[in-house]
């Protein structure tokens, strides 16, 4: 039994992940790389027009903005 201790380290298979750019976290899959990336920078792009509330959600800024609704005086 012949052996060259050739290792097939070129034939490695490697898959195509996507790695967050401010931490050590790597997915297959490109929507959860998004979705992690959220975590980092927060992004809330839907902001109450009479403070300065910023949700992530549309329905949360809705309900946010009742509030401000319903403490106003006439
Ligand atoms: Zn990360
Ligand atoms: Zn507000």
């Known amino acids: 039994m012949e052996s060259r201790g050739e290792k097939s ?3 490695v298979k490697t898959f195509k992940t996507h790695q967050c750019q ?3 976290y790597s997915t297959y899959f490109h929507y959860l790389l998004v979705r992690h ?3 980092h ?4 792009p839907y902001s109450c027009p009479h403070c300065p509330y910023r ?3 549309k329905d949360y800024l809705k309900h946010h903005i ?3 609704a319903s403490v106003t005086t006439e």
Do not use: L
């Open 55 to 57: 949700s992530s959600r």
């Open 9 to 11: 380290v070129a034939g």
């Open 37 to 39: 990336t959220r975590t």
């Open 41 to 44: 920078t927060g992004e809330r």
């Open 22 to 24: 401010y931490c050590s």
């Open 66 to 68: 009742n509030t401000h």
